[in-house]
């Protein structure tokens, strides 16, 4: 062997695709095109005989894409300077057609030429300001009519005991202090019980004042909340 040493073989095999990239590439698509159907046929199988080897590639090609994010637009919030690079947001500033064409919610999903292509109409946010920049006013239980049904009266009452939890709370963040009550966050410091629901509108107020006066909840920023339920 030209190479017994395993990191040498790899160095080796690196500096031959940078040289001659653009041939195999050539090469590659040309095959491609002339045995599309076989090859779209075997990659299906690959993937159904081995679904972890998708989601493991999934999640290597989207924290590639997101440090390449945050490295190219400053690497800390652009209104706040916060610089914690494993909670920060990327937040479009105008509707991009690039994003909107297609329905594509995951960072993994879109090439490299078209996240290149979206940069300029890209910032960094921490998810507070983040949070705030996406504020609808309508939502700071402020309405014009007293008669509501529907999505508006669900909102209502979602409002109305996330008022009351701030208030019963402090109305700040527990851990910095932060105090811009319309972005504060319930959390769960043993985890959620199993009679508390996904939606608020259908939890009660005893269930509330339950969790209230067993110290089960806690008002955190967006910053703090998003920092206590790391990504896995």
């Avoid at 440090?67 to 947001?89: V, Y």
């Avoid at 890209?122 to 402020?142: A, E, V, Y």
């Avoid at 939606?199 to 509330?208: A, D, E």
Wanted: proline letters at 4%; charged letters at 30%; glycine letters at 4%.
């Amino acid at each position: 062997m030209p190479y017994k040493d395993p990191e040498e073989a790899k160095r080796h095999r690196k500096e031959y695709y940078l040289r001659n990239r653009d041939k195999m590439n050539v090469v590659k698509h040309a095959y491609y095109l002339k045995h599309k159907a076989e090859w779209r046929r075997r990659n299906y199988a690959q993937r159904k005989k081995h679904p972890e080897w998708r989601r493991a590639y999934r999640r290597r090609m989207h924290q590639r894409k997101r440090n390449f994010l945050i490295n190219s637009l400053g690497g800390k919030c652009s209104l706040c300077g916060f610089s914690e690079n494993d909670i920060l947001e990327v937040h479009h500033v105008k509707n991009d057609p690039v994003w909107t064409k297609r329905d594509r919610t995951r960072m993994e999903e879109f090439s490299w030429s078209q996240i290149k292509l979206m940069l300029p109409n890209l910032k960094l946010l921490c998810p507070n300001c983040h949070h705030l920049s996406h504020l609808d006013k309508q939502n700071r239980i402020q309405y014009r009519s007293s008669r509501l049904y529907g999505k508006d009266q669900r909102r209502r009452i979602k409002q109305r005991k996330q008022e009351f939890i701030i208030n019963r709370l402090g109305g700040e963040c527990s851990k910095c202090g932060y105090a811009t009550r319309y972005i504060l966050e319930v959390h769960h410091v043993n985890g959620a019980p199993k009679h508390w629901s996904r939606h608020l509108t259908s939890v009660g107020y005893s269930k509330i004042e339950s969790e209230i006066s067993n110290g089960n909840l806690i008002l955190l920023c967006p910053n703090c909340h998003t920092s206590a339920h790391p990504a896995s």
